[in-house]
């Protein structure tokens, strides 16, 4: 049952995305931040079949340390489920993406017209820059900046892998950087379209005042990550071993 409901949750996902991108082009001649109201109504859909199909839910704690206007927003990243979540919290984000999704037919069209940092990987010190630079732009427009300071999805309890990519935008940009841990990779895992019932949550950390080192502040930003992150994988852990016990 576990697995039919898994196939059935990505038959679904799939086709809602896909349903979304055609139906909404016309979105894609609109004013920019129309694009928000699509993918509230994309992430609301996913809730709702993950919720429905696999018995995922979730919860989110510390929201009201999120505030308005331009932030830093540091996230860890184990899964899907982040990427369409995550921007249902802000006004108006802007994630920080590899540039290679940009390339991508009509979804491309969607990260285009949200105006979103794309980055070269390989480039470093020129990708670095470039990538301040354009943040710098989007935060003058009072927008949020999303980053993975991972840079991809990483398995529930690996080794931290953080990239200074992160403490150089917090250098940068001199705003506020709002710290978010969860445990989603325990229901729904990076590379594979096997799903786990149980209550996805995530934590927004005291956000970390402009004008640190940038080494300090990356230090402090892995373990206040890293320790609130482990906190709610034990949660997760504990709660997936009762429903097992049952």
Known sequence: MPLVRSLAFNV????????????YLPVLLLPRRTIWTVVRTWATINHWLLRTICGIDFDIRGIDRISSGPLLVAS??????????LP??????????????M?????????????MV?????????????????????????????????????????????KYGVAHLYAE?????????????LYWPRRTW????????????EPIPPGLDPQAFLARL??????????????GRAEVGRRNST
């Not at 679904?12 to 995305?17: A, K, P, V």
Request: aromatic share 10%; net charge positive.
């Open 76 to 85: 860890k990243h184990q899964s899907a489920w982040e990427t369409f979540t």
């Open 173 to 185: 940009l001199g705003i506020p950087c709002v710290p978010i841990a969860l445990n989603s990779g």
């Open 194 to 205: 096997r799903l786990r019932p149980g209550i996805i949550r995530v934590e927004i950390l």
């Open 118 to 162: 794309p980055i070269r990987r390989g480039a470093r010190k020129a990708a670095l820059a470039g990538m301040a630079e354009r943040a710098k732009v989007e935060i003058s427009a009072s927008r949020q900046i999303i980053i993975f300071p991972e840079g991809t999805r990483r398995l529930p309890g690996a080794e931290p892998a953080y």
């Open 12 to 23: 679904g996902f799939y086709l809602n995305t896909i349903i979304h991108l055609l139906v």
């Open 88 to 101: 249902t919290l802000f006004d108006d984000p802007v994630f920080i993406l590899k540039r290679e999704l």
């Open 103 to 115: 390339w991508l037919p009509i979804f491309g069209w969607y990260l285009a017209k949200s105006k």
């Open 222 to 235: 892995q373990n206040e990550i890293e320790t609130a992150t482990a906190r709610l994988l034990a949660e």
